[in-house]
């Protein structure tokens, strides 16, 4: 009997993992996602349809064991703090945010409720961890910038245009895009002696001033544009690479899908696999992990697009070592 009663004791011991990891997929958890562009955007349709993708993958699906409340800004970065707040009254079990302004607002909304974030750039030098080992507190995920993207830009742009001598880098100066913003800048202005490059930086907050700053950029010889990402660039996308186009200016962008949307070229981190990564860490919070124990992870891939359409409406010849290296060539 003792014997008996020993095997039974062990084999309910080794099955109360997997009873406890069944009780986790059946009880429905809440997510508070907080998306600082429109819903209507399909940059945004991807990112999410990459998070919500990947959380079924690990056994949570929206509708049965997973509920996702969302809250839009549409750009604007002034809605956000309200916004934050209405998802923290949901009392959710977790909070995702999108971007540092998103981020900035869940962290004054929220001391207690675990939050991850996805393309936010520098999370150590703006305040936002401790470190990207041990980031503290209730806030991990996944950042976009390696300091080294500068170079890769700034090659880029002298390849497809070698007579480039004067590079505009172009993003928002409001707060809280600029800490960001100067970092980028930082990284391109290390970098541009080695190309002979003298970059410049082109603060604009206001899309009246894109069309006459840019014109005068193309009145410039041999010039050429970086546009960083922020909420602005990201939102007024579709103009800005139109006007790129219009003044026959070479622009490389800092992620991918700009070049998927028109621009000329694009190197940088996929947005949407941002996404589909803060899903496996909602699923080790969910599975009890805090957010203090998982690192801040910086990105390791890095994709590179090349419109060979846009490029032969600038006139420009892409070199062959160009094409065989990217990751897309769009015709």
Known sequence: MKRRNFISLLCGAAAWPLVARA?????????GMLMLVSENDPQAHAERAAFTAELQRLGWAEGKNVQIDQRWADGDVSRLQ?????????????????????????????????????????????????????????????AMFEFSMGEKWLDLLKQLKPSTERVGVLFNPAIPTAPFGKLYFHSIET???????????????HKADLERR???LAREANSGLIVLLDAFTYVHRDFIIDQAA???????????????????AAYGVDLADQFRQAAT??????????????????PTKF?????????KALGLSVPQSLLVAADEVIE
């Not at 009780?23 to 997510?31: E, S």
């Not at 190309?195 to 907050?205: A, K």
């Open 82 to 142: 309200g916004l934050a707040a209405q998802l923290v009254a949901l009392k959710p079990d977790l909070l995702v945010g999108q971007g540092s302004a998103a981020l900035a607002v869940l962290q004054q909304a929220t001391l207690t409720l675990p939050i991850i974030f996805a393309e936010v750039t520098d999370p150590v030098g703006q305040g936002f961890v401790e470190s990207l080992a041990r980031p503290g507190g209730n806030t991990t995920g996944f």
């Open 281 to 298: 860490y909602v699923d080790r919070i969910f599975r009890g992990t805090r957010p203090a124990d998982l690192p801040v992870q910086q």
């Open 191 to 205: 970098a541009a002696p080695r190309f002979g490059i003298q970059p410049f930086s082109m603060e604009i907050d």
């Open 246 to 264: 219009h003044h026959r200016i070479p622009a490389i962008y800092t992620v991918t899908f700009f070049a998927k949307g028109g621009g000329l």
């Open 303 to 311: 994709n590179l697009i090349i419109n060979l359409k846009t490029a």
């Open 214 to 216: 840019l014109s005068d």
């Open 23 to 31: 009780q986790q997929l059946q009880q429905v958890r809440r997510i």
